[in-house]
Structure formats: C-alpha cells, structure tokens
C-alpha cells in the first residue's frame, strides 16, 4: 500500500482532535476568562527526525500541551463589588485540581467555609500562595491592585479593613500551555513569580475571547480537509487493489 495512506490518515487524526478543540471552545463561550484553545495550525513532521534517509512522505505530529489564545476578552460592567476583571495581561493564581494554577475567571464568591473561590469554585490564593480566608463581614470588594477589603460585621460606617491580597502574576518567562486537566500553567510545571504590576478592572468581568465567527469557519475549513483526505485514503486503497490485480499470476 502507497505511503501516502498514512499521511492522510495522520492529517484526519489532527482534524478530528481539531473538532474537539473547536466544540470545547464553543461550550466555553460564556464562560468568563476562559481562554480559547488553538487547533493544529502549525505541527512538527516525523520526517525531520529522519532527515538522512530517504523517505518520500512526511507525517505531521502535534505537541503534547495545547496551545491556547492569549488575546484579551471584552470587558462587561456587573456593578457586582466581587466581580473583576484583569486589565491587558496578568492571570490570578489559583488552586488546581493537584497544583496551583493560572486563571482570568474573575466571578469571585465567599463559599460556604469562608473561602474566596471563583466560578469554577477554585479557590483563590493570596500573596502567600495559601487559599485566602475571608472574616465574617458586612460588605467586601476587592480594589484595582488585588486587596481584598471588608466591612467588619460592627464596624461605624466608612471603616474598613484589608484582609488579604490575591494572587497575581504575569506567568513569567516560561512558555505557559494548557495541561491535560485544562488548566494553565508553564510548561515547567513552576509557579510563576508573584507581580505587583498586574492591574484590576472591579465590577467588570472578563469574557471569553472565543470568536465564534472564527470557529465556525475553521469547523468548516476543517470538514473540506476531511472530505479531501479521505478520498485520498479510498483512491490509495484503489491504487493498492489495481497493483495487487496487476502482479497476481494468471489462472
């Protein structure tokens, strides 16, 4: 069978990861923060492994960590004291599933144990890296540089007090990905140096900075790509079924 088989075979096995990609972003579309994943625009080849022998066919390979988009999202107002959003670039770090993590969700709550979590109820981290507590209190809001400021419970009116800052950071100089549980971090696997300079937008949230216009066009340049590659796969079966007919022994 021609080798060329396996190159079409290999384009179809990166189109059908690109759909999941393009319907995970979709699924994602509302959600605050959420940071669009890139498909397989550009790969490396297994041909370049083996560039001193002769091969005639070059199959494409995809890196292990998903590359996503960092362009920002739209800014919506709440008026919602615990609602903020990062301005320019900037993550607030997080407690991941197994290790901290990055994130732009801003949609922040107190749950029911007094933590600051977000919408995906991660809990957020103060400067400390330790998932920030909150006191009880009578308001809360959080300013533009990440501090955390409540009214105590008896407090006269205008008094307020700072219990906390959270987490914020530029993700450094190492190449940040998603990881296999959708959640960024660098590539690493370190933590990401604290920084001041990280900006706050409060009472705005972050959208999500999934164009659907985009992948909806891409959903469609990916579907022609598969129609094509798997004519190509039934005419190399065709090929191979003509060659076998040619060298089989007559009767």
Same mark, same amino acid.
């Given at each position: 069978?021609?080798?060329?088989?396996?190159?079409?075979?290999?384009?179809?096995?990166?189109?059908?990861?690109?759909?999941?990609?393009?319907?995970?972003?979709?699924?994602?579309?509302?959600?605050?923060?959420?940071?669009?994943?890139?498909?397989?625009?550009?790969?490396?080849?297994?041909?370049?492994?083996?560039?001193?022998?002769?091969?005639?066919?070059?199959?494409?390979?995809?890196?292990?960590?998903?590359?996503?988009?960092?362009?920002?999202?739209?800014?919506?107002?709440?008026?919602?004291?615990?609602?903020?959003?990062?301005? +320019?670039?900037?993550?607030?770090?997080?407690?991941?599933?197994?290790?901290?993590?990055?994130?732009?969700?801003? +949609?922040?709550?107190?749950?029911?144990?007094?933590?600051?979590?977000?919408?995906?109820?991660?809990?957020?981290?103060?400067?400390?890296?330790?998932?920030?507590?909150?006191?009880?209190?009578?308001?809360?809001?959080?300013?533009?540089?990440?501090?955390?400021?409540?009214?105590?419970?008896?407090?006269? +009116?205008?008094?307020?007090?700072?219990?906390?800052?959270?987490?914020?950071?530029?993700?450094?100089?190492?190449?940040?990905?998603?990881?296999?549980?959708?959640?960024?971090?660098?590539? +690493?696997?370190?933590?990401?140096?604290?920084?001041?300079?990280?900006?706050?937008?409060?009472?705005?949230?972050?959208?999500?900075?999934?164009?659907?216009?985009?992948?909806?066009?891409?959903?469609?340049?990916?579907?022609?790509?598969?129609?094509?590659?798997?004519?190509?796969?039934?005419?190399?079966?065709?090929?191979?079924?003509?060659?076998?007919?040619?060298?089989?022994?007559?009767?």
């Amino acid at each position: 069978m021609d080798k060329f088989i396996y190159t079409a075979f290999s384009t179809v096995n990166n189109l059908i990861v690109n759909r999941a990609i393009r319907s995970n972003n979709l699924a994602n579309l509302n959600v605050p923060g959420f940071r669009s994943d890139i498909g397989a625009k550009s790969v490396g080849t297994a041909f370049l492994s083996t560039m001193e022998s002769l091969e005639t066919r070059a199959l494409s390979i995809r890196n292990d960590k998903t590359q996503f988009s960092t362009d920002p999202g739209g800014l919506s107002v709440t008026n919602n004291l615990l609602d903020v959003s990062i301005r +320019d670039r900037g993550y607030f770090i997080v407690k991941g599933p197994n290790e901290p993590s990055l994130s732009r969700r801003g +949609d922040l709550r107190v749950d029911a144990n007094g933590f600051l979590t977000n919408g995906a109820n991660q809990q957020m981290l103060d400067s400390n890296l330790q998932p920030l507590q909150v006191p009880p209190h009578r308001e809360i809001k959080v300013s533009d540089d990440g501090d955390i400021i409540i009214t105590p419970p008896n407090a006269a +009116d205008g008094e307020t007090q700072v219990v906390g800052k959270v987490a914020l950071t530029l993700g450094g100089d190492v190449e940040l990905a998603k990881s296999d549980d959708g959640e960024i971090r660098p590539i +690493d696997g370190s933590i990401p140096a604290l920084d001041n300079s990280v900006i706050l937008v409060p009472e705005h949230l972050e959208k999500s900075n999934v164009n659907i216009t985009e992948q909806l066009v891409l959903s469609i340049e990916d579907q022609r790509q598969y129609e094509i590659n798997i004519k190509l796969i039934n005419s190399a079966a065709e090929v191979d079924e003509g060659g076998a007919t040619l060298l089989r022994l007559p009767n």
